[in-house]
C-alpha cells in the first residue's frame, strides 16, 4: 500500500471548495434508487421483527426467572404466572426449597443441603433448556426470512427521499410508508424532499472515552476502544483505536515474533502468553457505489496535498461499499493521532491513461474534539500492561507457569 499511496498522494489536487459543497454526480440517482429498494426489505424486517419482538421478552423474563432461582429471591421474579409451565415450576421450586431451609435451620442435616443444592440446579437446568428451545425457534424464524437483514443493511439509519419511497410505497405496504406520508417529522425515519438536500447534512460524534477490556454483550472481548464519527448524506466515516489480539498459536513464529517486535519499538508491555497484540486502527467507511466517479477512497492525515500527510488506509472505490478494516497502527500514525491531528477520508477518482491527474471528489473528517486526551489514554492502558492483565483475568493462560 504504501507504493500505491506514494503514487497516488502525487496525483491528488486539493480539494476545491466548491467540490465540497456541490453534491457528487452520482448522488440523487443513488439515493432515488436506494429510497426506493429499502421499501421492501424494511418492511420484510419489520415482520421479522414482530415475530422475534415475543421471543426477546420470553427470553428476557427467563433471565429473570434464573435470577431469581440463583440469588434464592422470589421477589426478582414475582408475581409468577401459574398458567405457566415453567413459571409454576419456578413457584413450586421456591416453596419446596423454602420448606428445605426450614428445616436446615432446626435440624443442622448437611443432607438437606445437598437436596436444596440440587433442586436449584434442577430448575436452572430446566430454565436453560427452555432458553435453549427459544433460542432455536428465533434462529428457525431468521433462517426462514433468509437474507432480510443482509438486505435492509444499507436502509438501517439511512436518509429516504420522500417522493421514492412513496413511490415504492404505492406497491409495497410498509411502516416507512407511515413516516413517508406524515405532515410533520418525527417519525422512526428522516425524510428530504430532493435527494440534493442530502449533501447538506452533516453530523459528528466526537473521541469516546474507551472502558477496560471486557466481555461485550454478545460474549466476546470487548471495549478497550476509542473511536469518532462523521456523517454526510448517507456517507458514514467511522475511525477507531483498538487493540488487535490474534490467537498465537494462529501465526506463525516469524509473524508472532513481528508483533512482539512491534510492541517492543512502541514500548508497550504486553504479556499474556497465549496472544499477541498491536494497538490498530479500524475503519468503518458506509458508502454503496462511487458518488462522483470516484476509483479509491484514502485515509490521510491534513491535505493531501501536503507531503508530510502520509496515507493511512486506501481501498479501490470500484467494487462499492461497506468497507471494514482493522490494521496494526504505524508509531508514526499513533503519535499524530495523540498530538490531536485531524483524520480524514478522501475520495479521489484517477482516470487511466499516462501521467493521469487525479481530482479529489469530496472529504470527510472525523472530529478531533476529545482525540488527544482519549487516544493517549488508551495506550497508556496497553503501554502500563494493565490491558494484558485484563485479558489474562478474562482468559486465563493455558499454561500459568509460562508467564
Do not use: K
Not at 419489520?46 to 419482538?53: C, F, K, T, V
Amino acid at each position: 500500500m504504501r507504493v500505491f499511496a506514494l503514487l497516488v498522494l502525487a496525483l491528488v489536487s486539493p480539494v476545491s471548495a466548491l467540490g465540497q459543497d456541490t453534491p457528487p454526480a452520482n448522488l440523487a440517482a443513488s439515493e432515488l434508487a436506494r429510497s426506493r429498494a429499502c421499501v421492501e426489505p424494511l418492511a420484510r424486517l419489520a415482520e421479522l421483527n414482530a415475530q422475534l419482538e415475543p421471543l426477546a421478552r420470553r427470553a428476557e423474563r427467563l433471565r429473570d426467572l434464573d435470577e431469581a432461582v440463583a440469588l434464592e429471591d422470589s421477589s426478582r421474579a414475582a408475581p409468577l404466572d401459574p398458567s405457566d409451565p415453567v413459571e409454576e415450576e419456578v413457584r413450586q421450586w421456591f416453596a419446596s426449597d423454602g420448606e428445605l431451609a426450614r428445616r436446615y435451620v432446626a435440624e443442622g442435616d448437611e443432607a438437606i443441603q445437598e437436596r436444596r443444592s440440587e433442586g436449584r440446579a434442577q430448575i436452572r437446568q430446566r430454565l436453560r433448556d427452555e432458553m435453549e428451545t427459544l433460542s432455536r425457534s428465533g434462529q428457525e424464524r431468521m433462517a426462514a426470512a433468509g437474507d432480510v437483514e443482509a438486505a435492509a443493511r444499507p436502509c438501517q439509519n439511512a436518509i429516504f427521499v420522500r417522493s421514492a419511497v412513496l413511490e415504492a410505497c404505492e406497491t409495497i405496504p410498509s411502516p416507512v410508508c407511515e413516516d413517508a406520508r406524515a405532515a410533520e417529522a418525527g417519525g422512526r425515519v428522516r425524510f428530504v424532499e430532493a435527494p440534493e438536500d442530502l449533501w447538506y447534512i452533516e453530523e459528528f460524534r466526537p473521541w469516546a472515552d474507551a472502558t477496560s477490556l471486557g466481555v461485550n454483550p454478545a460474549g466476546g472481548i470487548g471495549g478497550a476502544r476509542t473511536s469518532a464519527r462523521a456523517r454526510r448524506a448517507n456517507v458514514i466515516l467511522v475511525v477507531s483505536v483498538e487493540p488487535m489480539i490474534r490467537d498465537r498459536s494462529g501465526l506463525t513464529e516469524e509473524q508472532a515474533s513481528e508483533f512482539d517486535a512491534n510492541l517492543d519499538s512502541l514500548g508497550i508491555s504486553f504479556e499474556h502468553p497465549d496472544f499477541v497484540m498491536a494497538p490498530a486502527l479500524g475503519i468503518q467507511l458506509e458508502v454503496t457505489e462511487p458518488l462522483g466517479g470516484e476509483t479509491h477512497y484514502l485515509l490521510h492525515f491534513g491535505e493531501l496535498s501536503e507531503p508530510a500527510n502520509e496515507l493511512i488506509w486506501s481501498t479501490p472505490a470500484s467494487e462499492g461499499g461497506p468497507f471494514r478494516a482493522v490494521f496494526a497502527a504505524a508509531g508514526a500514525a499513533l503519535a499524530r493521532l495523540q498530538a490531536g491531528e485531524v483524520v480524514s477520508l478522501t475520495a479521489v477518482r484517477v482516470p487511466e491513461g499516462e501521467n493521469p491527474e487525479g481530482e479529489a471528489v469530496f472529504t470527510l473528517s472525523v472530529p478531533s474534539v476529545n482525540q488527544a486526551r482519549t487516544v493517549s489514554a488508551l495506550l497508556s492502558y496497553m503501554a502500563s500492561g494493565e490491558l494484558g492483565r485484563d485479558l489474562a483475568a478474562l482468559v486465563p493462560p493455558s499454561d500459568p507457569g509460562s508467564r
